[in-house]
């Protein structure tokens, strides 16, 4: 596959410093897809059948917690290799949890300080395991690592979700930040490599045309 040294913007990099609004459009498209996947089991959980669990795989300062996450899962954990990120995570979405508009049930519960390549996930604990804007750092040998790892996390109907920046083709090197964006056909060999069933392949839409494309995907392992 083709390498380029460098390519266009990237949409996280985007809302930390001058496309702010992206992140509504963003967490808009997410929660279609979770709702639309999730539909059984959100009813469960309605119903008082099961309480739903997801974990936010480089969380960052809790966005996608806060904004996405605890609005349907009843618990949430946090997982991020940054201290002072992760303590800024907990001190908005815990020690704040009365300010939040998701529902007054829905929590914030643990907050592990780790990378994907080195956490080990709590057996059989996750509805859904989150992942976004997190591979792009991984080494094709981490992400099929990483999945086989995420198997032990999840419930038996149980699923991951990957949500990453996409080139047209090949695979772009970004030196700056030491990122690897992959093409959308790169991504699907990476989730034949680890066994993954792909159930959903989404592109995000009403991104800016300066950006790269953005893809969401649903898996199951095997």
């Known amino acids: 596959m083709n390498m ?13 410093g001058g496309y702010g609004y992206v992140s509504d459009i963003d967490v808009r498209d997410s929660r279609q897809l979770l ?3 999730l539909k059984p089991q959100i009813e469960e959980a309605a119903a008082g059948r099961r309480t739903l669990v997801a974990l936010d795989c480089g969380a960052g300062v809790g966005r996608v917690a806060k904004e996405l996450l605890l609005h349907i899962f009843q618990e949430v ?11 800024a995570a907990e001190k908005d979405l815990k020690r704040n949890s009365k300010k939040l508009q998701s529902p007054p049930n829905h929590r914030a519960v643990n907050f592990y ?8 996930f709590e057996h059989q604990r996750y509805d859904t ?27 038996p109907d149980g699923l991951i979700f990957v949500k990453e920046n996409i080139c047209r083709q090949g695979f772009i090197v970004d030196k700056e930040d030491s990122s690897l964006t992959r093409s959308n056909a790169y991504m699907q060999e990476l989730f034949e490599k680890a066994n993954m069933q ?15 494309e953005v893809r969401m995907y649903a898996l199951r392992p095997r």
């Open 113 to 120: 300080l780790n990378g994907l390549q080195n956490h080990v």
């Open 129 to 155: 395991i989150w992942i976004q804007w997190c591979l792009l750092y991984l080494t094709d040998d981490d992400v099929v690592l990483l999945f086989n790892r995420c198997r032990s996390g999840l419930k």
């Open 35 to 37: 709702e639309k996947v």
């Open 198 to 212: 792909l159930l959903y392949n989404v592109k995000q839409r009403q991104f800016p045309k300066e950006l790269f």
């Open 4 to 16: 380029v040294a460098s390519g266009p913007q990237n949409a996280l990099a985007c809302m930390q």
């Open 77 to 87: 954990d946090l997982l991020e290799p940054s201290q002072h990120l992760l303590e």
